[in-house]
């Protein structure tokens, strides 16, 4: 089992370095000079000299292999470079940003495991029946609609409307909640039909009805049974959505001016900040390649098959 | 015959079957009985309604079909046809254990062996977990397994065919049941491995003196183990009665048929496969006359209309489902 | 043809709703500018906001457009922009999948892990990325929406090519000296397509929700040509006032991706029996109720 996890996080780590280049070699192709840039935003009229100077100091003259290892030793040690549009640095910029989409992640995603098993089990435990087609209807409009709408509903009925939460910001737990069920709708219903279609499956696998035969009521075979059998799919459709919660975070956190990396990223893109936008990059990368590492050690220990390879 | 009275008796059940397809009858009107520490054999091909003769009153049927039960089936002197659903829970996997024919797909993959058989202890003999995880143990060395406080801590699919299927029957006998429904225990298995189950099975079933059923194609396995023979086609008992008689002078066309189709020691090599002709009806309605009418060379134009119910032959020990054969038979007897 | 009759075929097995919803959503968009009462750009300052009236069905935006017209408009773009972004993954995809799934080997093992890298990432991280780098622009979001969602049909081919190669008759053309280009062409590719396009009307809704997020971000389609997810966020500071301009777009986007992800939902294969339903039962025990009857 250990050599199966060491093998994925070298893996990981090729992974890694593989997104590092990848992330550099964005930039270096980008259209337009980037001393170019960033002496127009120093001052509207800078001469040939000073766009000269600027590539100096920026070390744009030197070979590409050492730029990439000066690049990427400054991106361990966090200093990833200046923003061209606001001229900060991008590294605290990131780094004051990143709780707040942690925080819009972590809230999204107890939603959803929390809708996703509550509405999974109750349909496989009543199926065809009311909760299995409320959860089932929930889950295909949570499917359906954009989260950008969502959040606009909520914002309409519970902020605007009925004035119970605040529009937008964040200030306090009241501020929280309708951004996490944005983020986490979607999540939610489509994890909660990976629980209710791996669970029904699980109970028409022949060990269910051997469970049956040994006098077990329905509850006591889908907890026992039927639920360690879909572990391994639920971690791994677990960590896809994380994934794309991430990524929801681009549209959610400006829905509700929350300053996090989503925001930043979208603010990088629209005015084509390119050392946010490779920062941002690199973060969101970084961070899919630990989930999916995370994801395949989750799998490896809810899997026996797996769990005993290599030992 | 059997000493004690019957633990199970079954009289003239019929089991009808709803699938979204079609409706049909894999069990009409049949009846039988088994005492305690008596073998059961029913045999017949696959689709003759032996499994679902067994398992449907039982409430064990696969998803996506209906079954409406009649008739009677009185186990330990209560009716199973028609109990309510609780009930019938409490009978399964404690009075009533059940061996499953693939042992392969039969147990969890995701769960230790340890606990696939001490819940059926703690469920139905009341123990903690940690007395029941005792009890496993115990099945296990039971079932003969070697070296079974590591196969304990294993799971399925590293276990062989034969160790998964002396698993399965642990399961079955956890709570020492009255009655033990085999299904083909060793159907999915090598054949060296076949006669061990068999005689294990024969072994725990004299230690626990617990009415047996075991459902079968294989004639070998019934001349080893059972007492009585039931013997099924299309859903219908043909022939029932004492396992020496019936194999050594069958009464009924289609068991003649079956056990003049078993290879023997003197037949020589690539000589013609004895089998019966033509194929069994598929399925479906009741038939109004005799269901082995179309393959039977005995054959008369009443058979086609009239439905011979099981009746005693010469030997009053046989019951069997063939007037005209017995009427003959009685006849040479009488000249 | 013989896989647009499988395809047909196919569609008629589906749930009524969703083909009827898909069904107006493309004649909608086809036939758009023969189908809206006004023209969908024109502002007029002095009908601004207004209520449903007789003249303007769904009543006019802060600018006076009228509603119903773009959202009728809106439709034509997402159809557009929904099939250019699948004949283009399509094409890359299927290209790729089906070459993995006839040469297997190294070439199967390399391609197969790029594809691998790009099902890891979620698909909108990848255009974002593409967008940033290349910047905002009609073209730009379809090849960026395009680059993001080539792997999955990669891999969908890949998985029928596999499969096709594996049955006899591939074996049986290749033992008489069939061509490759001919195995590849006249069977693999065929075959493949029609499996893959069956797979594409699930993932059209996706990419139709992709096109109205990125246009949400002001990353997509770009004003005036309208768009559900921009006349979203184009309403979203009148919220207040008129809830219905931001309510009409996200219920048409909405409807049509329900559509799709039940038509997704019906190409699934159910592996699951279903219990029998009550009416089938009844008609069930009927049957077995006259045969007793008959016995008797």
């Not at chain 1, 990396?261 to 390649?289: E, H, K, P, Y």
Request: hydrophobic content about 50%; some cysteine; glycine content about 8%.
């Amino acid at each position: 089992m250990l050599s199966l996890v060491s093998r994925r996080v070298r893996n990981s780590l090729v992974l890694l370095v593989l997104a590092t280049l990848l992330c550099f070699t964005l930039v270096v192709s980008a259209p337009g000079n980037i001393a170019v840039l960033i002496a127009e935003l120093r001052s509207p009229n800078a001469s040939f000299a000073d766009i000269q100077k600027i590539e100096e100091e920026l070390g744009l003259n030197d070979p590409i292999p050492v730029r990439y290892a000066g690049w990427l030793t400054g991106a361990l040690t966090g200093n990833l470079g200046i923003s061209y549009k606001t001229g900060e640095e991008v590294g605290p910029a990131l780094a004051s940003r990143i709780p707040v989409t942690a925080m819009l992640v972590a809230g999204g995603g107890t939603v959803a495991l929390l809708l996703s098993l509550v509405f999974g089990f109750a349909g496989a435990m009543w199926p065809r029946h009311w909760p299995d087609v409320a959860g089932r209807g929930v889950a295909l409009l949570g499917a359906s609609m954009p989260s950008f709408f969502v959040g606009a509903l909520l914002i309409y009925a519970f902020a605007v409307e009925l004035r119970l939460v605040p529009t937008f910001g964040l200030a306090g737990p009241s501020s929280w909640i309708l951004p996490w069920i944005t983020i986490g709708l979607l999540p939610a219903a489509v994890l909660s039909r990976v629980v209710r279609v791996g669970l029904e499956e699980a109970m028409a696998r022949p060990f269910a009805l051997t469970a049956v035969a040994k006098g077990l009521n329905r509850r006591a075979i889908l907890f026992r049974d039927a639920l360690p059998n879909i572990a391994p799919t639920y971690i791994n459709a677990l960590g896809a959505q994380t994934g794309v919660m991430v990524v929801g975070a681009v549209v959610v956190e400006p829905l509700f001016a929350w300053h996090g990396v989503g925001d930043l990223f979208l603010t990088g893109i629209r005015f084509r900040d390119f050392m946010v936008v490779q920062a941002c990059l690199l973060i969101f990368i970084s961070f899919f390649i630990l989930l999916n590492l995370l994801v395949d050690i989750g799998m490896i220990f809810t899997d026996p098959k797996l769990r005993r390879q290599g030992s | 015959m059997s000493t004690s009275s019957p633990i199970l008796t079954v009289r003239d059940l019929c089991i009808d079957l709803f699938t979204a397809r079609s409706a049909l009858r894999p069990v009409d009107q049949v009846s039988y009985s088994v005492a305690a520490g008596e073998t059961l054999a029913i045999v017949g091909e696959s689709g003759s309604g032996k499994t679902v003769l067994n398992f449907a009153p039982l409430g064990l049927m696969p998803l996506g079909v209906s079954i409406h039960v009649s008739g009677s089936i009185r186990f330990d002197d209560k009716e199973l046809v028609g109990m309510n659903d609780e009930a019938l829970r409490k009978l399964r996997g404690g009075s009533i254990g059940v061996i499953f024919q693939d042992p392969m797909s039969a147990l969890n993959p995701a769960r230790t062996i340890r606990r696939q058989i001490a819940e059926v202890a703690e469920l139905h003999l009341s123990l903690t977990s940690t007395q029941a995880e005792a009890r496993a143990l115990d099945l296990l060395k039971m079932v003969r397994m070697s070296d079974p406080e590591a196969r304990l801590r294993q799971y399925p699919h590293e276990l062989s065919g034969g160790l998964r299927q002396r698993v399965m029957i642990a399961i079955a006998i956890a709570a020492e049941p009255k009655l033990l429904i085999a299904d083909e225990p060793t159907t999915a298995l090598d054949v060296t491995v076949q006669a061990q189950i068999i005689s294990l099975l024969k072994d725990l079933q004299k230690r626990l003196n617990m009415a047996m059923v075991l459902i079968t194609h294989d004639m070998g396995v019934v001349a080893g183990i059972a007492s009585r023979l039931a013997v099924m086609y299309a859903g219908r008992v043909m022939e029932y009665g004492p396992v020496q008689t019936v194999l050594t002078a069958p009464r009924h066309p289609y068991t003649m048929g079956l056990i003049d189709a078993i290879p023997r020691a003197e037949d020589l090599p690539g000589s013609a496969f004895r089998g019966l002709p033509g194929m069994p009806p598929v399925l479906g309605p009741p038939i109004p006359g005799c269901a082995f009418v179309e393959r039977c060379r005995h054959a008369v134009a009443t058979c086609e209309t009239t439905r011979p119910l099981l009746a005693p032959t010469a030997d009053r020990h046989v019951l069997a489902a063939c007037p005209i054969v017995n009427r003959s038979s009685e006849a040479l007897h009488a000249g | 043809m013989k896989f647009l009759r499988a395809f047909l075929s196919t569609l008629a097995g589906m749930p009524k709703v969703a083909v009827g919803a898909v069904a107006i959503f493309l004649f909608l968009g086809i036939f758009a500018p023969w189908l809206t009462p006004h023209d969908p750009n024109a502002q007029d300052l002095l009908q601004a906001n207004q209520d449903m009236s007789i003249s303007h069905w769904l009543g006019t935006d802060h600018l006076g457009r009228d509603t119903l017209s773009r959202l009728i408009a809106a439709a034509r773009t997402s159809v557009v922009g929904m099939s250019l972004v699948l004949i283009l993954a399509l094409s890359v995809g299927v290209t790729i999948g089906t070459i993995a799934g006839y040469r297997r080997g190294w070439v199967e093992e390399g391609l197969m892990r790029i594809v691998d890298v790009g099902l890891a990432m979620p698909s909108l991280i990848v255009a974002l990325a593409v967008i940033g780098i290349f910047g905002t622009g009609y073209w730009n979001m379809i090849l960026a929406l395009a680059l993001a969602w080539w792997p999955g049909s990669a891999r969908i081919s890949r998985a029928v090519a596999v499969n096709v190669m594996n049955r006899p008759h591939i074996e049986s053309l290749r033992v008489l000296g069939a061509s490759p280009l001919r195995i590849y062409f006249k069977h693999l590719l065929p075959t493949t397509l029609g499996a893959v396009l069956v797979y594409a009307t699930a993932d059209a809704g996706a990419v139709a929700l992709a096109i109205a997020t990125l246009s949400f971000l002001g990353l997509g389609i770009q004003p005036p040509t309208p768009e559900w997810g921009q006349m979203l966020v184009d309403a979203l500071p009148y919220l207040e006032a008129s809830p219905r301009q931001v309510i009409l777009p996200g219920l048409a986007l909405t409807a049509v991706v329900i559509g799709f992800n039940l038509l997704g939902e019906a190409v699934a294969l159910n592996r699951v029996p279903t219990p029998l339903s009550a009416k089938i039962l009844r008609k069930r025990q009927l049957t077995a109720a006259l045969w007793t009857r008959e016995a008797a």
